[in-house]
T-cell receptor, first 116, second 117 residues
Framework: AQKVTQAQTEISVVEKEDVTLDCVYETRDTTYYLFWYKQPPSGELVFLIRRNSFDEQNEISGRYSWNFQKSTSSFNFTITASQVVDSAVYFCALSEVYTNAGKSTFGDGTTLTVKP | GAVVSQHPSWVICKSGTSVKIECRSLDFQATTMFWYRQFPKQSLMLMATSNEGSKATYEQGVEKDKFLINHASLTLSTLTVTSAHPEDSSFYIC?????????????FGPGTRLTVL
């Protein structure tokens, strides 16, 4: 069965600090996708990134970067120079393409609070 | 990018009434749509998988007679909460699966906040 663990329930940082959100996953499939979503207080899920299991290349998008390590089954998310607007709940999710027909399993989320 | 809409965005109803929530993929066809429920300060939990033209597949513990799902077309799935009760109050989110041209991903709707009085 697929499983996603976000060990950090809450993180609080001061603006301009860097912060890393951890995500560890479990799957038996060789083909799967990993996602990060942001959920601001409004509730709408904001898609941040999708990474497929065959692409271990790290990615950077502005202040956001992601580190995918298949060897440790981790897909960590780093925000550089955090801003107050980054305050939200962040979810990591896993989708197995074949075994679970694309169903996504979400971690419990990490609540990030960035203080001015 | 692909867009998924939900209607209504929020609804308040009396206990015992039924509420229908629509999920539409606006610019692509989705053979599969998923329905999730999220209670306050909790994660998203998959309720059911909706496939166009066939019966939905429900996750363990989800009452199929209470949460009726219809996927009548490749762009529309509906979730009807029948005889709603206060414990059904939650945030309901749908997603549509796009699997084409070497990609396989889900696009989420903005969610529907249901409050049952």
């Amino acid at each position: 069965a697929q499983k996603v663990t976000q060990a950090q329930t809450e993180i609080s940082v001061v603006e301009k600090e860097d912060v890393t959100l951890d995500c560890v996953y479990e799957t038996r499939d060789t083909t799967y996708y990993l996602f990060w979503y942001k959920q601001p207080p409004s509730g709408e899920l904001v898609f941040l990134i999708r990474r497929n299991s065959f692409d271990e290349q790290n990615e950077i998008s502005g202040r956001y970067s992601w580190n995918f390590q298949k060897s440790t089954s981790s897909f960590n998310f780093t925000i550089t120079a955090s801003q107050v607007v980054d305050s939200a709940v962040y979810f990591c999710a896993l989708s197995e393409v074949y075994t679970n027909a694309g169903k996504s399993t979400f971690g419990d989320g990490t609540t990030l609070t960035v203080k001015p | 990018g692909a867009v998924v809409s939900q209607h209504p965005s929020w609804v308040i109803c009396k206990s015992g009434t039924s509420v229908k929530i629509e999920c539409r993929s606006l610019d692509f066809q989705a053979t599969t749509m998923f329905w999730y429920r999220q209670f306050p300060k909790q994660s998203l939990m998959l309720m059911a998988t909706s496939n166009e033209g066939s019966k939905a597949t429900y996750e363990q513990g989800v009452e199929k007679d209470k949460f009726l799902i219809n996927h009548a077309s490749l762009t529309l799935s509906t979730l009807t909460v029948t005889s709603a009760h206060p414990e059904d109050s939650s945030f309901y989110i749908c997603s549509a699966r796009l699997a084409a041209q070497g990609t396989d991903t889900q696009y989420f709707g903005p969610g529907t906040r249901l409050t049952v009085l």
